[in-house]
Every structure is written in structure tokens, then in C-alpha cells.
């Protein structure tokens, strides 16, 4: 259970540090010029990112379903078995490709992406990640009256 919200104030830390970054860094020319800044965004988004595909593969391993072969695959289970909204999946599916390239294709990230990210998407991103806790809530509850049967 503790995992859970370590992972979720592992969430909540970086959309505070990228929110830090969008007000102080107002334009994509300032975003450029500063490492710092690209560096740190680029890290926060990925751990947000693993920390959402962390807690849909400790869901499923606790509901005991099917094991995921891909990230996307996460969540199309989460679905299927109705513990995910389908509205959250094309930003699941962008946020994937993000951590994608910051993962594997970090020599070609396109800065004006990570920032129009920052400057457009950091709510979306808040939303999800708020359903997100709803859902590992009522997950530890279905689990907590299943350990009690």
C-alpha cells in the first residue's frame, strides 16, 4: 500500500517542479538556452511518466490480471477491466511516446515538444494523475474487502 503513495508523491513532486519551471521559464527561447531547465523537465516528465506506468503494473499484479507485453498494454487492461477511462488514453499514449524518446531517443528530443508540454499539457497531466489516485484507492479497497472474505 505504502508504494502507492510513494508513487504518488513522486507525481505530485515533479508537477510542482515542472509548474516551478513554466513560471519561470516564459518563453521557448529562455527554455533553450537553459540545460538546467530543459534537463530538469525532461526528467520530471519521465519520472511522472514511469510512476504511472508503475502503478498500473502493481493494479493489475494486485488484482491479478493479465500480464501487460507493452506500457500502452497497462492501460488498455485497466480498461478492458474498467478501472481506466478511456478519455485519459491518447494523453497515456503521447505521454508513452514522450518517455520513449527521453528514454531511448534522448539525442533527438525536440525542446519546443517538452516545452509546449510545460506550457499546455501540465493540467491534463494533473487531472490524470488525480483519477489515477482515485483508482489506486478504490483498487486497495476492493483488495482490502477481498483479504477480509
Known sequence: ME???RKLDVINE?????????KETPTLKKY???????DSAERNLQKIIESLIDIGKMIIADM?????????EVF?????KGLFKSDYMVLIDKMIG????IVHGYDRID???VFGVLKRNLSDIR?????????????LKIKETKVKK
Open 3 to 5: 508504494i502507492y503513495f
Open 14 to 22: 515533479c508537477i510542482k517542479r515542472l509548474s516551478d519551471i513554466k
Open 32 to 38: 533553450r538556452i537553459s540545460w538546467k531547465d530543459k
Open 64 to 72: 491479478h490480471l493479465r500480464e501487460p507485453g507493452s506500457n500502452r
Open 76 to 80: 488498455l487492461i485497466l480498461e478492458e
Open 98 to 101: 514522450m518517455r520513449n524518446i
Open 111 to 113: 525542446d519546443a515538444v
Open 127 to 139: 487531472k490524470l494523475c488525480s483519477y489515477l489516485k482515485k483508482v489506486v484507492l478504490d483498487t
